[in-house]
């Protein structure tokens, strides 16, 4: 990292400490992550377009409400604009923070659960909370799943957002204590994994946080994504736990992520 980036990231957070006023400290430090991760990447553009995407605004709505063309914001996210200003990142970061707490806060209210310690934004492929309770069947059937344990509980079950990861970065990311609280900061939520060979890693860290003290974490439904064969001590956990286990039949992954953000409750 140049002196010039460290630098560019120090005055973004003076920035945020001397202006901004937020409500909470999750929410200064979710703005501090967005902002930080745009200005330190070789390609700012294609970071505010993945940031873009998982608070689900259009470039149109994004250019609407920052008052200039969309092809300003087409040209930064394509790279034929140069690498944006401090002062661009962060009206950047508050449009898309600003906009999602006119909505509900259901993009934010998610990210802060998953914040502390920090998670690297790249191991969260999609994560959205709904304004309401939403029937997991009915979730599942959307996504094309088949019930692998506990399909019981899935006609009666609710859920209240999801949480969809990248179980390989997570692995190769993330520490122990990182991974335990990525796989359980999903109360009462979906929790997505994908690019899983056999779900084994993933209901073992649930079982293990579940043995742990982290019984108000457990996920109300797991759904896997990319399995090539599902393990018999993954269903037993799911079992155990008395966790809907899932296996998603959507071919791949960008098919699958397009669908969790188009889904409407």
Avoid at 223 to 228: C, R, S, T, V, W
Wanted: with cysteine; hydrophobic share 40%; proline share 6%.
């Amino acid at each position: 990292m140049d002196s010039g980036c460290c630098r560019n990231t120090q005055i973004l957070i003076n920035i945020y400490q001397r202006d901004m006023n937020y409500r909470d400290n999750g929410l200064e430090r979710i703005a501090q992550s967005i902002a930080g991760e745009i200005i330190l990447s070789d390609e700012p553009g294609k970071v505010m377009k993945k940031w873009r995407e998982l608070f689900q605004i259009s470039q149109k709505t994004l250019a609407q409400f920052l008052n200039i063309s969309p092809s300003v914001i087409s040209d930064y996210e394509s790279g034929r604009r140069s690498s944006p200003r401090v002062e661009t990142v962060k009206k950047f970061v508050e449009a898309l923070m600003e906009m999602d707490e006119r909505r509900g806060g259901y993009v934010t209210g998610a990210l802060k659960k998953l914040m502390s310690p920090e998670i690297p934004s790249d191991v969260i492929l999609a994560i959205r909370e709904f304004p309401y309770p939403v029937n997991a069947k009915e979730f599942a059937n959307y996504l094309s799943c088949k019930a692998y344990a506990c399909e019981d509980i899935l006609e009666k079950e609710v859920i209240y957002g999801y949480t969809a990861v990248d179980s390989v970065n997570a692995i190769i990311k993330l520490s122990p204590p990182q991974l335990l609280r990525l796989y359980g900061a999903t109360p009462r939520r979906a929790a997505i994994f994908t690019r899983v060979s056999t779900g084994r890693s993933p209901m073992t860290a649930i079982r293990v946080a579940q043995m742990t003290g982290g019984k108000a974490l457990k996920p109300a439904i797991v759904i896997l994504h990319g399995l090539e064969k599902i393990d018999p001590l993954a269903i037993k956990i799911a079992e155990i736990e008395q966790i809907p286990l899932l296996v998603s039949r959507i071919e791949d992954v960008e098919e699958l992520v397009k669908k969790l953000r188009s889904f409407t409750p």
